[in-house]
């Protein structure tokens, strides 16, 4: 099952509409603390986000820029003696402060795919074994049920001779293989959001495409909402109907895909965008951001960018915090968008 990945943002799908009632995720104000080594430290602040019903919302930005966090606390899936302020609501329930079996109950619509498949499935469990596991333990399926189902899943994401496959080990599988069975993992539990860190980052570019043109078409035929978090901007514009922007723990910029890559508001999102290789206009040297990312921990109550920022004025850093400001249909953190307007746009391109 090969297929061609989208070229342009895809249609939005969601059962529900922006606007048209409470989205699926709803995050807001969040702030994550983690104990490194004793020590108290900030690694996401002031995160808003939302994720409609059938929407796919993309996360880029830096290693460290706290994408991957952002998708754990959102699961529930943080070390211990983290600490957490605001409010993470999936379905209209408040995920934070839930344990135990309200935490398990409140998780079942959610699947997650992670960056490396072979850090995830045990290894000396065969594949039918880790696929049937859930829907024998939970959904409380018969034994040849679940492996019917299993079977039938793995053909949908373009694995053939699924009999065999089930008898095997993840050693025995290849890394592209291994990901499409954690994706046939993650649609077996019949989730209304998938939380996807980096699913195609260890996979050579063809397995990439096709990996995601699974996804892409099972999420459609599903309906099923996505958070899909990547380095790569063209990719996230490909597959998502909107992308989130992400530095420091923040979010800087949220809009449409197709207009965040043409018309950014925030200067990191224009200096991302110009960072990426052009095929149709190739250069001696890529273009890069001055100076190195920071976290959360590291950042200025003003503008966390300021540091980095070509456009940098005074007033950036004697404003205080930077709220993020909505304005049709986007959202962005920067004093001088209005203004920097059609130089950004220049920038990224």
């Known amino acids: 099952m090969t297929k061609a990945l989208p070229t342009t943002a895809p249609r939005s799908t969601a059962s529900a509409p922006p606007g048209s009632g409470a989205p699926l995720v709803a995050v807001e104000d969040l702030n994550l603390t983690l104990d490194v080594a004793g020590q108290k430290r900030l690694v996401l602040r002031d995160v808003s986000l939302t994720i409609e019903r059938g929407e796919a919302l993309a996360l880029v930005g830096e ?29 209209g329930r408040e995920m934070l402060g839930l344990r135990g079996e309200p935490l398990r109950r409140a998780r079942g619509g959610m699947s997650v795919i992670f ?81 996807a860190d980096e699913p195609t980052t260890a996979l050579d570019v063809t397995t990439q495409s096709e990996v995601m043109a699974i996804l892409d078409e099972l999420r459609h035929d599903a309906g099923v909402a996505l958070l899909f978090i990547t380095h790569d901007l063209d990719l996230a514009a490909a597959v998502c109907d909107r992308t989130a922007v992400m530095y420091a723990g923040q979010i800087v910029e949220t809009q449409q895909s197709a207009g965040l890559h043409h018309h950014p508001r925030h200067p990191y999102t224009a200096a991302l965008a110009a960072a990426r290789p052009h095929w149709e206009r190739p250069r001696p040297r890529l273009d890069s951001i001055a100076g190195r990312p920071i976290g959360a921990w590291e950042a200025a109550e003003t503008c966390a960018f300021a540091d980095r920022c070509p456009h940098r004025m005074a007033r950036c850093t004697e404003s205080g915090s930077v709220p993020l400001t909505h304005e049709s249909g986007r959202a962005v953190r920067c004093v001088r968008s209005d203004e920097l307007g059609s130089l950004l746009q220049g920038d990224s391109e």
């Open 63 to 91: 290693s460290g820029a706290g994408k991957s966090m952002t998708a754990r606390t959102i699961a529930q899936l943080l070390p211990d003696r983290a600490t957490t302020t605001g409010s993470v609501r999936f379905e």
């Open 115 to 195: 960056q490396d498949p072979r850090a995830y499935i045990n290894p000396v469990r065969r594949i039918g074994d880790f696929l049937t596991e859930q829907l024998r333990t939970v959904a409380r399926v018969d034994r040849h049920a679940a492996t019917r189902r299993a079977q039938q899943m793995l053909s949908e994401v373009g694995i053939t001779d699924t009999a065999c496959r089930m008898r095997q080990y993840p050693g025995d599988l290849s890394g592209g293989m291994l990901q499409r069975v954690m994706i046939a993992s993650a649609l077996l539990a019949d989730p209304k959001l998938i939380l």
